[in-house]
């Protein structure tokens, strides 16, 4: 290679750029096919049946409460922890329960569970697809004239739009829970009050705002998970790669899209 | 030949992979209840072509008919309907994992009928006698043999009773009595269905034995596409090399090969 | 496919003539479990059947189980030979009673 390093520098990151785009278009367009077969398969007589997306929702849902339960109880007791060491040094130990009520609706359940489910189900929606990819069962479901997008995708998404919610829900009580046990030991605050108070502060915007969230987080780690198993080309290594990719950046949309969310709404 | 008897009409079909040009110029024929077996070395293009055979790539140009229809300008819908006539065996079986056999077997026709549950069980159960994997529908694929999954492959492309049969590989890995057998059925899949049926392969004994016409690959074009006899009695070099198993001995052409070797070194 | 259904005591017949194929097998496996809801022996004649897939045979399978269940007679007549040879496949013509003919199972049956 004869080529200026800067000129092969600019041209990397050129190409590398044009990659990018190509893959936000296609996971557009994943989505979208998703959605038509949601939308429309009953009327092409193709539809998304109930009992993959019941199946899937378990896989995904029911399955994450345990570790999703662990995760939010522990992130509201170090909430409290924290707020109430931070809000000492103003004797103002009294206010953590408007900290913990606000910082675990708004953004630390949606977070966590965004997580939680990249972790545990991004990677497997990419190791399984990839898997198919390889094994060419992608190609049988194609040639039996089953669309995968239809039959893969579809039911996922919707599992995930109808789970992720949930469990976000679930996690604002049980991360609310952890906060108020640490609480009553620490403040000797009722818990009864705590929740009290708790439900006082608390507005309904603030709950939406986080379930809202949890909706995109449910589209990020389904069209992640999903695009890197279809793209899977080279063996079990390719599996291995995309799994690996799924989690990682299904991580990384997650926090950015947090991020330009509450920038968006919370000025 | 008359063209609406014709199951299988591929002409001038040219395809590329990225820029390299794999497939160059195919045209071949076949009739209904015919067997087309494609034969050709290693990397000749047979994959390529069966793929899209199956409508699973779009070729750059030339036109693909399929009991009478072009799959290269079929909207969704059109191939979704032409695919209930199609059934496909592929190399490694491709059998859905997460499935056992028997729900393997029956999903096309999950997908494609709206028969009775009972009936939809029988004749998938009748597709595994045939293929003799009877009471292996509980199994799951992880649990069978490589011989064991080709059959049910077959099974699960046969569900239908498709007018059009693909075969890629019967025999490759498969012991002698075993690959006998596979080749066995295929006949009586043709006699008592009349579908037509391609079958890719290497293997040239199973070639003539169920062959009606071979079409010959070389380095993505047609050598030769004609009946068993005249493949046999061709006088090209490189078909009676195939035939003989004789290595390839091109003649070398020594400025050309030295330029190979040493290309880019400076 | 056309269905007819005659009295030919003892037995119920059904006709079937056509193509016995996805869209009409269940047509043909309603009218068949429907007489032997009667209680009646069986006899479905197949010869002016054009074409039969395996969704028609299996209907006739269910046919003949549920007819054994009930310990009714079952069989087939005049097999035309394209549906013999989809019989033949699943080796079911070793397992239906098969008549040549109407006439040749009414001869028997006095
Ligand atoms: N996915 C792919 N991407 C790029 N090139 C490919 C791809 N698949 C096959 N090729 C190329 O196409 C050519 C034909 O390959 P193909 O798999 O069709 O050969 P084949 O006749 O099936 O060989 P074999 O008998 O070894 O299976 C080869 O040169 C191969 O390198
Ligand atoms: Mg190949």
């Known amino acids: ?267 | ?266 | 496919m056309e269905i007819q259904i005659e009295d030919r005591p003892p037995y119920k017949l059904v006709r079937l003539s056509g193509d016995v194929d996805l869209h009409s097998s269940p047509r043909a496996r309603e009218a068949i479990l429907d007489c032997l809801k009667l209680k009646a022996p069986l006899l479905v004649d197949l010869s002016a059947v054009s074409y039969m897939d395996s969704s028609g045979v299996a209907s006739l399978v269910e046919g003949y189980q549920t007819a054994k269940k009930q310990g009714l007679e079952f069989a087939l007549v005049a097999v035309a030979q394209s549906a013999m040879n989809v019989l033949k496949l699943a080796r079911l013509d070793k397992v239906f009673p098969i008549h040549a003919s109407l006439d040749e199972r009414m001869a028997q049956q006095r």
């Open chain 1, 1 to 267: 290679m004869t080529l200026n390093p800067l000129l092969s520098f600019v041209s990397q990151v050129g190409q590398r750029s044009l990659q990018s785009v190509r893959e936000v278009g296609y996971h557009a367009a994943l989505l979208a096919e998703a959605f038509y077969w949601l939308l429309f398969g009953h009327w092409r007589r193709q539809p998304v049946r109930l009992g993959a997306v019941f199946k899937e929702a378990v896989g995904v849902g029911v399955n994450a409460i345990p570790i999703v339960a662990l995760a939010s109880f522990a992130t509201g007791m170090m909430l409290a922890i924290q707020g109430i060491y931070t809000l000492r040094t103003f004797g103002a130990e009294g206010q953590v329960v408007l900290g913990i009520a606000l910082s675990v609706t708004r953004e630390f359940a949606p977070l966590i569970t965004g997580i939680f489910v990249a972790g545990r189900s991004g990677s497997a929606i990419a190791a399984r697809i990839g898997t198919m990819q390889i094994s060419q069962e992608i190609d049988a479901l194609r040639v039996i004239g089953i669309n995968p997008v239809r039959y893969l995708v579809a039911p996922l998404l919707a599992a995930m739009l109808l789970t992720l919610p949930a469990l976000t829900i679930l996690s604002d009580l049980v991360a609310l829970f952890g906060g108020a046990l640490y609480c009553a030991g620490e403040l000797s605050l009722p818990m009864g009050i705590f929740f009290e108070r708790t439900f006082e502060v608390l507005v309904a915007e603030d709950v939406i705002h986080g379930v809202l969230k949890s909706f995109i987080f449910a589209v990020i780690v389904t069209l992640i998970g999903a695009g890197n198993g279809f793209n899977v080309s080279a063996g079990a290594e390719g599996v291995g790669q995309a799994t690996t990719r799924a989690v990682v950046l299904g991580c990384i949309g997650i926090i950015l899209a947090d991020m330009v969310f509450t920038f968006l709404t919370s000025r």
């Open chain 2, 1 to 266: 030949m008359n063209a609406t008897d014709l199951a299988i009409d591929v002409s001038h079909l040219v395809t590329h992979y990225g820029s390299r040009k794999i497939l160059d110029d195919i045209s071949f024929q076949a009739r209904q209840g015919e067997i087309m077996v494609i034969m050709g070395g290693s990397g000749s293009g047979k994959s390529t072509l069966l793929r899209h055979l199956l409508g699973l790539h779009q070729p750059t140009s030339g036109s693909i008919r399929l009991l009478g229809k072009d799959i290269t300008q079929l909207s969704a819908d059109e191939m979704y309907d032409l695919r209930k006539n199609m059934g496909v065996a592929f190399q490694g079986g491709a059998l859905f994992n997460s499935m056992t056999v028997g729900e393997n077997v029956e999903l096309p026709l999950r997908e494609h009928t709206r028969l009775d549950e009972n009936t939809m069980r029988i004749m998938s159960r009748m597709k595994l006698e045939v293929v003799n994997l009877a009471g292996f529908e509980n199994l799951m694929p992880s649990e069978l043999s490589g011989g064991m999954i080709k059959r049910a492959a077959l099974a699960r492309a046969i569900v239908m009773d498709p007018r059009l049969l693909f075969f890629d590989e019967p025999s490759a890995g498969l012991d002698p009595v075993v690959s006998a057998e596979l080749d066995e059925l295929i006949l009586i899949l043709r006699d008592a269905m009349n579908m037509t049926i391609v079958v890719v392969t290497h293997e040239l004994e199973s070639a003539f034995k169920i062959a009606d016409r071979i079409t010959v690959l070389d380095q993505g074009r047609i050598l030769m596409s004609d009946t068993v006899a005249a493949v046999r009695a061709s006088s090209n070099e490189r078909i009676q090399s195939l035939l003989n198993r004789k290595p390839r001995n091109e003649a070398i052409n020594p400025d050309e090969y030295m330029e190979r070797l040493t290309r880019e070194i400076f």
